[in-house]
Nanobody, 121 residues
Framework: QVQLVESGGGLVQPGGSLTLSCVAS????????LRWYRQGSGKERELVAT???????NYPESTEGRFAISWDNAENTLYLQMNSLKPEDTAVYYC???????????????WGQGTQVVVSS
């Protein structure tokens, strides 16, 4: 059973940096897509970074130039490096993976449990 476990959230001052991690366990066969989302209080869930098939990376305007998504294939770990953080980046951050489990033909999507990021002075 594939599971995604996130870590790295916390409190950071405006202008600071934080790196989130998302470890995928349970046997990873093929990776079709990886994303980070966030959901602020009272807001809809928002896409903040994507690694699509073929390794194409995309960001929305709100995070372009400040956030960097990466995938360590050897460690099966997804990262989100966040720089120049703003109070409006405060949210629960979720990782998402579109994966085929190893040794199976089962392709499915998975979510992490979420990690809270608070940007405040």
């Amino acid at each position: 059973q594939v599971q995604l476990v996130e870590s790295g959230g916390g409190l950071v001052q405006p202008g600071g940096s934080l790196t989130l991690s998302c470890v995928a366990s349970g046997g990873i066969g093929s990776v079709y897509g990886l994303r980070w989302y966030r959901q602020g209080s009272g807001k809809e869930r928002e896409l903040v970074a994507t690694i699509a098939g073929g390794g194409i990376i995309n960001y929305p305007e709100s995070t372009e130039g400040r956030f960097a998504i990466s995938w360590d294939n050897a460690e099966n770990t997804l990262y989100l490096q966040m720089n120049s953080l703003k109070p409006e980046d405060t949210a629960v951050y979720y990782c998402y993976a579109d994966i085929r489990a190893a040794g199976t033909n089962n392709r499915s999507t998975y979510w992490g449990q979420g990690t809270q990021v608070v940007v405040s002075s």
